[in-house]
């Protein structure tokens, strides 16, 4: 329709000129000349819709001697564009080529390739034969280069996340913290630190730490992890003094090896110097400790709520023991419960009540209630 359009309008102003007289022509031509060569000198190249291409290609076959005419164009472009026009009139559309590859297998070789990176092309094609999909092995070779996946022995290396993550099931982290009570005396704690899960366990608080008192501590906690113990492989601690050779010996008989951070470099053991500045900053900071039963008891609910209710960033939002989300029912049915006399709060669902009328053959029709904790 806009050729239509504008072939109709062409056509009545060409209609118009024929009326006008031969001089006036002639020096409406002179101004559009010179018109022409001004714009020629600003601009390097026209930009030319379709139509335009149509219209100046069929009139420039009208005109005697067209070569030699001063055009925005050049002639070879005029042929380019009459070319153009036979082919798409006389050449079939079709799709060139071998048809493509679905996108599911394309999704499923990409897959596979990030899922075993020790796999290569010939493996995956392999794997997509087994699952009877029929591709060429050169396909999926071509299918992993275009998405920028280097060769199997070159994607043999993890990722940061996934070697970290590894790691850290089995690192056990170790160090002390002080605690100034109100009369000035100073007690020491003993604290462990799970990587994997940020199981925090208090190993002991006490005035005087000596290295006898720290082995019979680690002893103690041994006993506690029991199963856990063996999916233990490294330990970290600084290069404190009541850290001895029995120390590391007690953990060396349960095939656990010991690692050293290097002095002075508190982001060597950056998880447990975390925990320190989580308990200092969320409660003994903002409390008064008595004596050394005092503190083991604020500890204990400290911990118990670190490792129990507290959230994680690095667990998704969870806290260490909890792997399970609860899902949020109403928002009437959160409790709050505070610790320490409100320093700490934590919020829970609460129990349910429903009623229900018993079958008939319960032996009663009146009804019951069921109890359920969300």
Same mark, same amino acid.
């Given at each position: 329709?806009?050729? *239509?359009? *504008?072939? #109709? ?7 118009? *000129?024929?009326?006008? !007289? ?34 100046? @290609? ?5 005109? !005697? ?63 997509? #034969? ?27 290396? !993890? ?19 002080? %605690? ?21 366990? #208090? ?5 005087? $730490? ?9 002893? =103690? ?7 856990? #113990? ?30 050293? @951070? ?13 925990? %320190?500045? @989580?308990? *200092?900053?969320?409660?003994?900071? +903002?409390?008064?400790? %008595?004596?050394? $039963? ?12 670190? =490792? ?11 806290? !260490? ?18 610790? +320490? ?15 229900? @009328? ?5 032996? +009663?029709?009146?009804?019951?209630? %069921? +109890?359920?904790?969300?």
């Amino acid at each position: 329709m806009r050729f *239509l359009y *504008l072939l #109709v309008a062409r056509v009545f102003g060409w209609l118009v *000129l024929c009326a006008r !007289p031969a001089a006036a022509k002639d020096v409406e031509i002179l101004v559009l000349r010179h018109q022409l060569a001004v714009l020629r000198r600003q601009v390097t190249r026209p930009h030319l819709t379709w139509a335009d291409r149509a219209v100046l @290609s069929a009139l420039v076959r009208l005109v !005697p001697n067209w070569r030699r005419l001063t055009l925005i164009v050049s002639p070879r472009t005029i042929l380019r564009w009459h070319a153009s026009l036979v082919r798409r009139r006389w050449t079939c559309r079709r799709q060139p080529g071998r048809p493509a590859v679905a996108a599911a297998i394309r999704r499923l070789v990409l897959e596979m390739a990030r899922d075993n990176p020790r796999w290569g092309y010939r493996r995956i094609h392999g794997e997509l #034969v087994g699952l009877g999909h029929t591709v060429a092995a050169s396909t999926v070779w071509t299918i992993l280069k275009a998405a920028g996946l280097d060769p199997a022995p070159r994607r043999t290396g !993890p990722t940061w996340k996934q070697f970290l993550t590894a790691q850290a099931k089995g690192i056990l982290a170790v160090d002390f913290f002080h %605690v100034d009570t109100v009369l000035l005396r100073r007690l020491y704690v003993l604290f462990f630190v799970e990587h994997d899960r940020r199981r925090v366990h #208090v190993a002991g608080v006490t005035a005087h $730490p000596t290295a006898e008192w720290v082995v019979q501590q680690v002893r =103690n906690l041994l006993m506690e992890l029991d199963g856990r #113990v063996d999916c233990l492989r490294f330990l970290i601690r600084d290069r404190d003094a009541k850290f001895t050779t029995a120390f590391d010996t007690v953990f060396a008989s349960v095939g656990i090896d010991i690692l050293r @951070s290097p002095v002075r470099v508190p982001r060597a053991n950056a998880i447990a110097e975390r925990w %320190v500045g @989580s308990v *200092l900053r969320e409660c003994l900071d +903002r409390m008064l400790i %008595v004596n050394r $039963p005092h503190l083991e008891q604020v500890l204990a609910e400290y911990v118990d709520h670190f =490792n129990h209710h507290r959230p994680h960033r690095s667990l998704g939002q969870r806290p !260490p023991e909890r792997r399970v989300p609860v899902r949020m029912r109403e928002a009437r049915s959160v409790r709050r419960h505070g610790r +320490r006399g409100g320093l700490i709060y934590e919020y829970q669902q609460v129990a349910c009540v429903t009623q229900f @009328s018993a079958p008939t053959g319960c032996g +009663r029709g009146s009804p019951g209630l %069921v +109890r359920c904790r969300r």
